[in-house]
T-cell receptor
Framework: KQEVTQIPAALSVPEGENLVLNCSFT??????LQWFRQDPGKGLTSLLL?????REQTSGRLNASLDKSSGRSTLYIAASQPGDSATYLC???????????????FGKGTLLTVNP | ETGVTQTPRHLVMGMTNKKSLKCEQH?????MYWYKQSAKKPLELMFV???????ENNSVPSRFSPECPNSSHLFLHLHTLQPEDSALYLC???????????????FGPGTRLTVL
């Protein structure tokens, strides 16, 4: 069974700081890993998706890395802004015991606050 | 906007009430999902429908009853809920059937449910 852990649970930084959010997973046999953003009371918005064969993906100020062998991913946010304040969720896609049915397992998320 | 809408956005109900949550996707997708998001817990997958057929029920109590009349609409009928059922209920859809490796889910904004 796959378990996904996100550390820290909450993070508060001043505006302009570069920061890293962490995600770890217990089973390295994943298909892909996805980072989502969730604003308070809202649904999930996909930020970056990294296939298992990739090492990183970039979109604007966001860079996500994947190290499958160690079961880790990081989301790097450069020059943070107050508008980046949200909960960031990591989700891992993996195949269950039969190998043909893929499931998506989420972490609990990291609540990021960027202070002006 | 992700193309997935949910109504109502907020719902307060008593333990003896009967209510329904509605989800509609405008993306022409073939699979729809209900998730539960409780405070300090990861998203929990509740139900999955592929081509209007329920393919997954993750041990959800019978007081939650899903209905998928067509591939664009998904309902969650609620009756005799408990206070611990208070949570954000998220709907998602995907072009490819659930369980496929390459399907990507798009989420609605959620319904914030409070059970008194």
């Amino acid at each position: 069974k796959q378990e996904v852990t996100q550390i820290p649970a909450a993070l508060s930084v001043p505006e302009g700081e570069n920061l890293v959010l962490n995600c770890s997973f217990t089973d390295s046999a994943i298909y892909n890993l996805q980072w989502f953003r969730q604003d308070p009371g809202k649904g999930l918005t996909s930020l970056l998706l990294i296939q298992s064969s990739q090492r990183e993906q970039t979109s604007g100020r966001l860079n996500a890395s994947l190290d499958k062998s160690s079961g880790r991913s990081t989301l790097y946010i450069a020059a943070s802004q107050p508008g980046d304040s949200a909960t960031y969720l990591c989700a891992v896609k993996w195949a269950d015991s039969g190998g043909s049915n893929y499931k998506l397992t989420f972490g609990k998320g990291t609540l990021l606050t960027v202070n002006p | 906007e992700t193309g997935v809408t949910q109504t109502p956005r907020h719902l307060v109900m008593g333990m003896t009430n009967k209510k329904s949550l509605k989800c509609e996707q405008h993306l022409g997708h073939n699979a729809m999902y209900w998730y539960k998001q409780s405070a300090k817990k990861p998203l929990e997958l509740m139900f999955v429908y592929n081509f209007k057929e329920q393919t997954e029920n993750n041990s959800v109590p019978s007081r939650f009853s899903p209905e998928c009349p067509n591939s664009s609409h998904l309902f969650l009928h609620l009756h005799t809920l408990q206070p611990e059922d208070s949570a954000l209920y998220l709907c998602a859809s995907s072009q490819d059937p659930a369980g496929y490796s390459y399907n990507e889910q798009f989420f609605g904004p959620g319904t914030r449910l409070t059970v008194l």
